[in-house]
C-alpha cells in the first residue's frame, strides 16, 4: 500500500497503536506498559506498530513514519524524553533517547515524539472533534489536568511548555496542587487530587462508597470507570467533588476564553472521555454565565476518538 | 519629507496625535474631547493630525495615512466604532463611521482604526518595550483592565475580542466587576471599580485622605495621580486596595502565564504608567512563587512611551 504512518500513544499503564489510511484509523494494537525499562518500552512500542501495520493490511516495508506521544518533557528536535514520573524506566536524570531506540527496532524507519497531551490534540484537531477550527484549547482530564491550544491554525508552544491550563489559579488558597501550590484546576478536577482529597474526606469520617467500588472492580485507584459508578449511584461525595470540579472548570475556562476568543475547546483525557457528553455540558453551563462576549461561546466538544486520540495524533505527527 | 503616517489615540477626555519619521515621534499634539458630538471629534481628530505634522516640519501633503486607537467596539474593515460609554457623540445604537469622517477632513487620506488598548500594545510591541518578542501580554490599567496578545510575532484577535485579561476570574464570588460580575481583575485592579470599592469602605467609617487628595487636586475622580499621591503618604486604605489589586494580577497574570508561556508582560495604561516601575516590580514579586515553570518567567516590563503608547501604535497602524 505504501507510506503509512503509525501513531503510538505511549501512556504510564497502556501502550495504544493506531495506523492511518486516508485519515482514518486501518489498524490498532494494544499491550501493557512492560515495567523493565526503557529497551522494554521501546521494543513494546515497535510490537504495537508492527500489529497496527498488520491490521491495516499492510507489510513492514509500507511504514513511512512513526510518531509517538510521551508523557514527560520531549525533545523534539532530539526525540528524547525527560521527566517522565508515570514511565517506568524513565525517571533518571539523563533524557531517554526514545525515538532512536524505536527507529534502531523498526529497520532506521523515522520517528517524531511530542508530548502526549498535545500529541492528543493534535490528533483531535487534524482528524476529530476540533477539524476547520483555527482557535482552540483541549483540556485534558485525566490523572493531572493538561492542555494545549491552536491558535491562528498552528499548535501553539510559547517559550515552550504552553497549555498548562491545569495550574490554573481558580480559588487563591484552595486545595493543594499536585506540584505544592494552592488553589490550581489540578487541585479540583484531576484525578490523582480528586483521589487525595476523597481519601482524606473518608479518614475524617465522611461516608462514601467509592473505595467500595473500587475493591468491587479490583482497582487500586479511583480510575475514571469508579468515578463514573459512584455518580451513577449518585454517592454524595462523588456528586459533591465533582461538581467541585465542574465548577472549579468552568472558572478556569471563562477566563481562559474571555481573554483569547476561542472557537472549541475539546474535552479529553481519561476523566474526561469516561464522564463524556454529560459532563461536558455541566462544564458549559458552569462557564457561560461569566462569559464577557456571551454571544460568542466557544463550541464545547467532547473527543471524537476517545482514548485513541493520542494514537491518531501520533500518526498526525509522523504524517499520516 | 513625504509619507508620513501620524497616529491618534482618541481617549473620552484627552486626543493625543503622534507623527513618526524613522519610526521615531517627531512631532505630536494633544487637545481635549470635544464633548458636542462625533462630527466635533474628528474634527479635533484632523487637527491633531495636522499639529503633529507641521511640528514635525512637514506639509500636509507628506501625510501618507492616518491611524485611530478608539475605546469600544471597531469594525476594522468598515472604520465604524460603536459601544464606546467614554466617547461623547458614540453612543447611540448606530455604528459611527469614523474613519470615513476623518478621511473626509484630510483630503480624502486612508484612515485605520483599532480599538485603543490593541493599537496601544501594538505600538510598544513594535517600537517601543516588546521590540523583539514574539509571544507577549500586554496589561492595560486605567478605567478598566485591558489587554492584547502577540503570539507568534502577531497580534492575535481569536473570533474576535480576545485580550480581555480584565475579565479573568480571580476570586469566585469576590468584588463587583464593571459587568456586573464577581471576582474578576478588573474589580480589584480598574480605577472605576477601586474607586467605587474606596467610596464605599469610607461610607462604611474607614479612614483615608483619598478623597481629600482628589479635592485638592481639583478632581472628581480618585485619578492615577490621586492614588500615587496617597500611597507616597501610606495611606493606609490606597496602600490595602493597591496591595489587593497586585495580588489579583499576580494571580491573572501567573495563569496566563502557565498557559501561554510567553517572553514579556508589559505593564501600561494610566494607572500602570503612573506606578510605574516599582508596581510591576510588586506585581512580578506575586506573581512568580505560583509560576508552574519558574525557570522561564516571563520579562516584566512598563511601558516605553507611557500615555504616548496608543499614539505611536496608531501611527504603526497606519504604516509609520
Not at 523498526?106 to 511530542?114: E, I, Q
Not at 473500587?214 to 454524595?236: C, H, Q, Y
Not at 462523588?238 to 472558572?251: F, K, N, R, T
Amino acid at each position: 500500500m505504501g507510506a503509512i504512518a503509525v501513531g503510538v500513544d505511549v501512556g504510564g499503564t497502556k501502550i495504544q497503536s493506531a495506523a492511518m489510511v486516508s485519515e482514518k484509523i486501518a489498524g490498532g494494537h494494544r499491550l501493557m506498559t512492560p515495567l523493565t525499562g526503557a529497551q522494554d518500552v521501546a521494543a513494546a512500542i515497535a510490537e504495537a506498530v508492527s500489529k497496527a501495520l498488520a491490521e491495516a493490511g499492510a507489510q513492514p516495508s509500507d511504514l513511512h513514519a512513526v510518531g509517538l506521544g510521551v508523557p514527560g518533557a520531549i525533545d523534539t528536535d532530539e526525540g528524547t524524553v525527560s521527566s517522565s514520573p508515570n514511565l517506568p524506566g524513565f525517571q533518571g536524570t539523563e533524557p531517554v533517547p526514545l525515538g532512536a531506540k524505536v527507529s534502531d527496532l523498526l529497520g532506521g524507519v523515522r520517528v517524531r515524539l511530542d508530548n502526549d497531551v498535545r500529541v492528543g490534540i493534535l490528533g483531535e484537531w487534524k482528524r476529530g472533534a476540533g477539524r476547520g477550527y483555527r482557535n482552540l484549547l483541549g483540556v485534558w482530564i485525566g490523572t493531572g489536568v493538561g492542555g494545549g491550544l491552536v491558535l491562528e491554525d498552528k499548535l501553539y508552544e510559547g517559550q515552550g511548555a504552553a497549555g498548562e491550563i491545569g495550574h490554573t489559579i481558580v480559588k487563591p488558597g484552595g486545595r493543594v496542587c499536585s506540584d505544592g501550590r494552592r488553589g490550581h484546576l489540578e487541585a479540583y478536577a484531576g484525578r490523582a487530587r480528586l483521589e487525595a482529597h476523597a481519601r482524606h474526606l473518608a479518614k475524617e469520617g465522611h461516608k462514601t462508597d467509592l473505595f467500595d467500588i473500587m475493591k468491587r472492580k479490583g482497582r487500586t485507584r479511583l480510575s475514571s470507570g469508579v468515578w463514573a459508578e459512584a455518580l451513577e449511584k449518585k454517592d454524595k461525595m462523588a456528586v459533591e467533588l465533582i461538581e467541585d470540579a465542574v465548577e472549579a472548570l468552568g472558572i478556569a475556562l471563562c477566563s481562559v476564553q474571555n481573554l483569547l476568543a476561542l472557537e472549541a475547546i475539546i474535552v479529553g483525557g481519561g476523566l474526561g472521555d469516561r464522564l463524556g457528553q454529560p459532563f461536558v455540558h455541566r462544564i458549559e453551563k458552569a462557564m457561560r454565565p461569566q462569559l464577557f462576549v456571551p454571544d460568542h461561546p466557544p463550541a464545547m466538544l467532547n473527543t471524537e476518538f476517545g482514548d485513541l486520540s493520542g494514537a491518531v495524533g501520533a500518526a498526525v505527527l509522523a504524517g499520516g
